[in-house]
């Protein structure tokens, strides 16, 4: 990996540069770095596919994948929601210490700010083709959208998809805009078909780029509410709805991994899958399900940060791998900036190279001595090893609260946490507070989140924002 740094001016170079390297690659006279696709699912929980102990045969192609590859157990998002969980992933920042939290709508007058370095200007230095096909939920105003943060190609939903007039308790929602570029092709589009216009877009793209290097982002809108499938796949799951949704995300991940593999590209191509955050337990039915882990979507239990994570890259990856060290959605940045041999952003990020986690190293250890979740501003959770230590905070819960069905929402019960210390290991369900016991790590770990919250409030920087709503 390069370890030299450089700045947002010096990505702009760097970009004329790349085209350059582009030529180069094609000629075959240094080996190309390799493709990466990333398939993020919207609300989707750790229970919810077969190679995460999902019951029925509802993932049949991520199922296949992770044998192929390596399934991380102990895989976390920065925050538990979709904006904020999304600027992680692809900045590396805790969303936090770039201003992006919660999730963003129509009437947000704020998104990632241009000085912002995301995976896409990252490998765009090295000569990369860039799309996202889905959601992207980090600032709709034009000077926000993908196009401005380093994709050529964008197709998809700039919010979420419940964000519009048939939301099932707020109807003043705009119409939802469906983009190309930086122009609204529809409104309130069929959702129905979504899921099968990323995947069409994500295959032809793979073929137009297959002598390439290439970044490919698909950012499912499903399964958040409301849920949509298409025809072929509506009825199909005895899991209802969402287990129907559930078969055609499957089929989508299929139909990536098939084009990949007719243009001859296997070997060359890293493979990601995950979620943005846990399931969205209030509605019931129509959310998906967290498995063994406590709550879901909106809180720093498990069940709201920790995700499925299936990688594979064949030759690279050893295939029925499993990784148990803890990593993340902020540690992609830097490790596929690491393996295109591009540089680093300038500015302070929170994740780290992963990639001999990836590559399942037997003695690799992750390098996080702490994972600090926030929501918001505020430190709720410190995951060290394999404890886990909950500051006193607030969160929502379904627990004893009637669940909500047919895509209308159970209503949530606050709930408060004390201080507590879990040990993952033993209690994955987070049920058996040792912070009595263990008041030695209790501290040591309160130590370690309240160094990491204090360097971050040095080094926060803004979102950007817009003078006025245009
Ligand atoms: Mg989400």
Redesign the pocket.
């Known amino acids: 990996m390069r370890r030299h740094a450089i700045s947002r001016r010096g990505f702009l170079a760097g970009a004329g540069l790349g085209a350059l390297a582009c030529g180069r690659f094609a000629r075959g006279a240094a080996a190309p770095p390799p493709n990466v696709i990333i398939m993020l699912t919207?609300?989707l929980g750790y229970g919810d596919l077969g190679a995460y102990g999902a019951p029925g045969n509802d993932t049949p192609n991520l199922d296949r994948m992770s044998a192929e590859g390596v399934r991380f157990t102990d895989f976390y998002v920065p925050q538990p929601?979709?904006s904020a969980?999304r600027a992680g992933l692809l900045t590396g920042c805790c969303p936090n210490r770039i201003g992006i939290l919660g999730a963003l709508g129509p009437k947000s007058v704020h998104g990632l700010h241009e000085r912002e370095v995301t995976i896409a200007e990252a490998v765009k230095q090295r000569g990369y083709a860039t799309a996202i096909f889905g959601k992207w939920h980090l600032g709709h105003h034009p000077r926000f959208l993908p196009t401005r943060h380093g994709f050529d190609t964008y197709f998809g939903l700039p919010y979420s998809n419940d964000m519009w007039p048939h939301h099932p308790e707020d109807p003043n929602y705009p119409p939802l805009p469906l983009i190309e570029g930086e122009r609204v092709i529809a409104e309130n589009p069929d959702q129905t078909r979504l899921t099968t216009w990323y995947t069409e877009r994500a295959a032809a793209f793979i073929r137009a780029n297959r002598d390439r290097p290439f970044f490919l982002y698909l950012a499912h809108s499903m399964p958040?509410v409301p849920l949509y499938v298409s025809e072929k796949f509506k009825g199909k799951s005895p899991r209802g709805l969402y287990g129907d949704v559930i078969r055609e995300l499957d089929w989508s991940a299929g139909e990536v991994l098939a084009e990949v593999a007719r243009c001859g590209l296997d070997s060359r191509t890293l493979v990601i899958f995950c979620s943005?955050?846990g399931p969205w337990l209030s509605y019931g039915d129509h959310g998906g399900s967290a498995g063994p882990l406590r709550e879901g979507?909106g809180t720093a239990w498990e069940g709201g940060i920790r995700v499925p994570a299936i990688m594979r890259w064949p030759g690279t990856i050893p295939e029925k791998s499993v990784c148990r060290e803890p990593a993340g959605t902020l540690d992609l940045l830097p490790t596929i900036a690491g393996l295109a041999g591009a540089a680093l952003p300038e500015h302070p990020i929170d994740g780290k190279n992963i990639l001999p986690l990836m590559k399942a190293e037997p003695e690799a250890r992750s390098p996080h001595e702490a994972l600090c979740f926030f929501w918001n501003n505020e430190l709720h959770a410190v995951r060290s090893g394999r404890f886990k230590l909950h500051l006193p905070h607030s969160y929502r819960t379904m627990e004893g609260q009637a669940q909500g069905s047919g895509g209308k929402p159970g209503k949530y019960a606050s709930a408060r946490t004390e201080l507590a210390l879990y040990d993952l290991g033993a209690d994955i369900g987070e049920r058996n507070d040792l912070a009595a016991q263990r008041p030695d790590l209790v501290a040591e770990i309160t130590e370690r989140g309240r160094a990491f919250e204090a360097a971050l409030a040095k080094t926060r920087r803004a979102a950007g924002r817009i003078e006025k709503e245009i």
């Open positions: 919207d609300d929601v979709c969980s958040h943005d955050n979507k």
